[in-house]
């Protein structure tokens, strides 16, 4: 039976993560997979999870199953934390949220519906986007085109270019967002350029699938949510990715939902027994101690509180290092201009640089980008900032 199947090379990112752990060079600095880290280069449990997890642990009478869609309790603090209060589709009842194995599970039972609903439909990616965007939906069978979003050489967006290829879209076809924090390029759309988009996705008569996988790392929770909001309450139907993954550190518990807008709430109904028989299909019921603790954290004000808190901390980080790198860059003479790593958001910005270089970095630097030179700016500590820095100015003169 396996005789005929071929060995695939590993997952860009997951692969590159397993070459970092296996080098022994005291200096090696990873900047590869998307995870937070600390100035130490750990990645901590957030004080919030731990509080919310020990009363969990002490007060857990049953293990039993707890349903295909998810904590309910959850689904509603979600649906409130990412469309804000009073939004006319949770006021209409046209919203759909379930709980999914992380935001993965979200883009991919999004995907399943979209394919049960109209197979034939397209659905346009940014390019670049993240490299498991095209497994995870294209996996469903839908059949996926790049849009252009960003020029990685001159570090600019290229919106005009974006908006024209769009205009050629069919009605029905869905276009997928980076919802804030873009990656990999951390280059977001202002808000007079979502409002623009927002036209054309009307006026075209597309279906926005937002992927919101970094709330909070940009510029705070409500202001992440904007275009998220205003796009939701101007189209009759969209679908929404959530993770918990980054903002609260949630990695490996799986924490993420589903969020579909129907036209009506006649629709939504039939959109949320799809979207259980798909997830039962595919993994029957998703994990659930993720979402308890985070359904805690949502519930309690004391622990509501102490998320913000360290969820402000951690986007400063992110921020101050940005900055740092940038003025290290010039520090070390390298070779261009890096302040657009300042005016970037989230945790990720491409470097600009070959896969040769990439390479370069890594194998004579030990310094781990992924091969389209994406940096996880989190990886960068006042620390490993000078040699970071010189290592880049070293393989730029190459
Ligand atoms: C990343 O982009 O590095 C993260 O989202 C981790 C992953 O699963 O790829």
Redesign the pocket.
Known sequence: MFQQLKGLDP?P??GLMAKFRADPHPQKVDL????YRDPSGNTPVLECVTRAEQTILAGQTTKTYIGPAGRAEFNDAVTQLVLGPGHPAVRDRRTVTVQTPGG?GALRVGAELIRAAAAGVRVHVSDPT???HVPLLGSSGLRLERYPYYEPASHRLRFAEMLAQLEHASAGDVVLLHACCH??TGADLDPQQWETLIGLVQRRNLVPFLDL?YQGLSEGLGADAAAVRRIGAAVPEMLLAVSF??NLGLYRERTGALICIAETAGRADAIRSQVLQIGRSMYSMPPDHGAAIAARIFADPALTSSWHRELEQMRARIDGMRVLLAGQLKTARAEGDFDFLSRQHGM?SLLGVSGQQVALLRERHHVYM?SDSRM?MAGISPENVGYVADAIAAVLRC
């Open positions: 997952d990112i997951l590869g997979v998307g995870v993965c993240w490299s498991n990656n990999p996988a993954s980054k990720f992924t996880n």
